[in-house]
């Protein structure tokens, strides 16, 4: 089984940054491919990047193209997602999404962050 | 991108009813569409990929169907912990894409 276990909600000021981590356990980083996915107040969800096994590179939504990064640290199986220049609109709960086969769909997830983007 | 459009945005229905949810993806994606639960505070539940394949441990009740651009979800006869928001995702290609979402409230 799968576990995913993410860092605890920020509250950040507009224009800065904010990192997310994402420790998995049950199996290893580089078995998985990772993906983040975020959902807004009272709104839907809405996918952010992650890895493609097939092409072995990080793929990212063009919204957030510049503004976000992906890592992952192997060594302590952690995945990363990092957003900058935030603004308002990116206040969120942060989620990280993987699944075994690397299909594109999602049996596992971290239990959300949430990042506060406030004045 | 790949547009998926979900309806109904929300529904009211009873414990025992048959409950029908629709997603019609912008272009043809065969049958690289999954199926999500969420309720409030909590991380989507996987219910259904590959169009018809029910997760593991997903109660029999919840079955999909569809290939191509239209796809359904039905829930078989509600019970009072189906009460949820429910997501359909496509991942055809990428940027991979959601419904918007449809609200199952109690009647």
Known sequence: QVQLVQSGAEVKKPGA???VSCKVSG???????MHWVRQAPGKGLEWMGGFDPEDGETIYAQKFQGRVTMTEDTSTDTAYMELSSLRSEDTAVYYCATDLKGSGYFDYWGQGTLVTVSS | AIRITQSPSSLSASTGDRVTITCRASQGISSYLAWYQQKPGKAPK????A????QSGVPSR????GSGTDFTLTISCLQSEDFATYYCQQYYSYPLTF???TKVEIK
């Open chain 2, 51 to 54: 169009a018809s394949t029910l």
């Open chain 1, 27 to 33: 199996y290893t980083l580089t078995e998985l491919s």
């Open chain 2, 46 to 49: 996987l219910l259904i990929y």
């Open chain 1, 17 to 19: 940054s904010v990192k």
């Open chain 2, 62 to 65: 919840f079955s999909g169907s």
């Open chain 2, 99 to 101: 419904g918007g979402g």
